[in-house]
């Protein structure tokens, strides 16, 4: 089992930056792909990026060439760096963990509790 728990979120203004860290315990870190989702108000929960334990990221369209995720196994941490943010991100941003294959029995997956992030000026 894995447990995990965001921070970085908060306020910033259209067109800036923000990080958004997870931290990871309770198993080994390197053994789970990571992943960022977001949930906007009256929409579905939306998968950003996903990052492999060697280091392989996929992200969504929508975010593409202004978020970026990364992770320091060594400190059980996966990271999204958000740049260009604009009012159509706000959202709460949730950390999760996913370990086996897709459909399998021994596929698990984790949550975290989510962190709000709020794009206005």
């Known amino acids: 089992q894995v447990q995990l728990v965001e921070s970085g979120g908060g306020l910033v203004q259209p067109g800036g930056s923000l990080r958004l860290s997870c931290a990871a315990s309770?198993?080994?870190?390197?053994?789970?792909?990571m992943g960022w989702y977001r949930q906007a108000p009256g929409k579905q929960r939306e998968l950003l990026a996903r990052i492999s334990g060697r280091g392989d990221t996929n992200y969504a369209d929508s975010v593409k060439g202004r978020f970026t995720i990364s992770r320091d196994n060594a400190k059980r941490t996966v990271y999204l760096q958000m740049t260009s943010l604009n009012p159509e991100d706000t959202a709460v941003y949730y950390c999760?963990?996913?370990?086996?294959?897709?459909?399998?029995?021994?596929?698990?997956?984790?949550w975290g509790q989510g962190t709000q992030v709020t794009v206005s000026s």
């Open positions: 999760n963990a996913h370990f086996g294959a897709l459909g399998t029995i021994g596929e698990k997956v984790y």
């Open positions: 309770g198993s080994i870190f390197s053994f789970y792909v």
